[in-house]
């Protein structure tokens, strides 16, 4: 058994929100009910939306494929019941944007049984056909980002994986996905390690765990399978070390550089919910249909860690576990890097991690917004060391070129650390996700000129 001792390395600055855990991380995992009605975005993940092969009127069973990958930096979607296509078309999103989608009418009796696929043996299976099937199981980043995990895990030429990085910090406040997943899916999580050391090539696995989850860094210690090259790493907490960058710096002190990915230090990481997912499927060669969410926040009743069916409308979930009529604000994720939602229609979708509810007197009402008074708390959080300040009065002057050209703005991943220090409530992280979208759209806008 390989266990590292409490670790006092970490990344610089960062943040110490509170964690807001305690009231679900002791609740074991729930099956969820199935909703009368699954509805399902083909954009639910970064890349090319999935292509819809079913047709309305079409009876499907639960795993079945509804939408091929539409490319490379795709994956297919599959049935998450079995049901009756009632419709085709378009259907809201989180981003206040339509998408293509289905709707399913759910077979009230039905079993609900998973079809089987092709399996897939990490024993024999090559590299090649490990990521295949990953990307066939439409698999992506369960912690939030929904990036196709078989993109993310390919080698690049040149490159070589030395480290295979576990993600089980889950340090966004309030939820316990991961924390749960790791105590109670440990056999999914050494399968799925099993599989990603034979794609990435990596020699060792370490799964990083910060300290307030003791017990499930206790629990995967003492399961660790003999044959297996892997060992747990236990950090302190702080906010936002489960960022891709922050873990790599804190497990093995290295620094993944400006624009760069981890790979280019020899490393991939990929969240430990995700690693669970790939050794449940994989081995019967299933498509994801479900995944486990928090749904917690003063607003909610029945708290708790559940099983949800992808698709399942949010307005359906809230029913479910009941919520406070003095509802003010839903998240889906976590409350620094979540998304508030405008709209209850929206479904659950892959990187739904988490759903927040919060009455009227948990949300201030303090909306204004003070000039920036350079104390430079910001800088102090920011834990790339950009600087916030400097980019919030550019933002203010719409100076979007220069901020991403001499303050390395495409750098910020977005964790909120700086909004969350601020003492004027400039919304920082607001700001430079704007600023981020308006350059992308920019330099795609040039290369189309140049390509005409």
Known sequence: MAFFNFYKNTFKHGIHPPESKDETNGLPIKQF?????????????????????????????????????????????????????????????ISGKMSPGIFIETFP????EVLEGK???????????????????????LGGAAFPTHVKLKVPEGKKCETLLING???????????RVMLEQESDIFTGIKYLLKATGAEKAIIGIEANKQDAADFLAKHIP???AVSIKVLPVKYPQGAEKMLVTSILGKEVPSKGFPIEVGV???????????????????????????????????????????????????????????????YMGGPMMGVAVSNLDISIVKGTSGILVFTKKDVSDSSKIYPCIKCGACIDACPILLNPSKLGILAKFEAYNEM?????????????????????????????RLAKRIVRKREATKREEVNA
């Open 226 to 228: 003999k044959e297996l």
């Open 404 to 432: 991403a050209l001499d303050y390395n703005l495409m750098d910020c991943f977005e964790c909120g650390s700086c909004t969350y220090v601020c003492p004027s409530h400039i919304p920082l992280v607001q700001y430079f």
């Open 119 to 141: 399996p897939i043996d990490p024993d024999t299976a090559t590299s090649e056909e490990i990521l295949q099937g990953i990307q066939d199981a439409g698999i992506v980043g």
């Open 268 to 330: 991939v990481v990929v969240n430990v919910a995700t690693t669970a997912e790939i050794g449940r499927l994989l081995p019967h060669g299933r498509g994801i249909q479900e995944r486990v969410i928090t749904i917690t926040g003063p607003g909610v009743k029945k708290k708790g860690n559940y099983l949800i069916p992808v698709g399942t409308p949010l307005r359906f979930v809230l029913e479910q576990v009941g919520v406070d009529e003095e509802i003010s604000e839903v």
């Open 33 to 93: 009910p199935f909703a009368p009605v699954i509805i399902l975005p083909m954009a639910q993940h970064i890349g090319a939306p999935s292509q819809i092969v079913v047709r309305e009127g079409q009876e499907v069973h639960r795993g079945e494929l509804l939408a091929k990958a539409g490319g490379y930096v795709s994956v297919p979607m599959h049935a998450p019941v079995s049901g009756i296509i009632r419709k085709i078309g378009n259907v809201p999103t």
């Open 109 to 112: 009796s039905s079993t609900q």
């Open 169 to 179: 910090v889950e340090c966004e406040p309030f939820l316990t996905t991961d924390h």
